[in-house]
């Protein structure tokens, strides 16, 4: 009987010996996955800031655009208004 449970106690004590083993991995891959949830929510919530920003650069150039047209026109109406009122110089 003694060899019979000397044996049961070295494999119990092999068993856990690897079981503590075991559980370093395991929790090395939990803090792995960790990471990587947290990296892949910080790269989701920096391509949010990207495109709001974009957006709000496709809204500037917009606006630079319809400045510029607008700068042309004004600048067409002077140049007409300094036409008109050279003729009414000349017609007086």
Known sequence: RAPLNGGLSASTFLILQFLSLCVSPQTKLNELEDRVRRGAAERGE???KKKAFQEQIGQLNRQNEDLRKLQKELQSCKADTSV????????M
């Open 84 to 91: 008109l009122n050279n003729k009414l110089t000349v017609d």
């Open 46 to 48: 920096a391509e949010m």
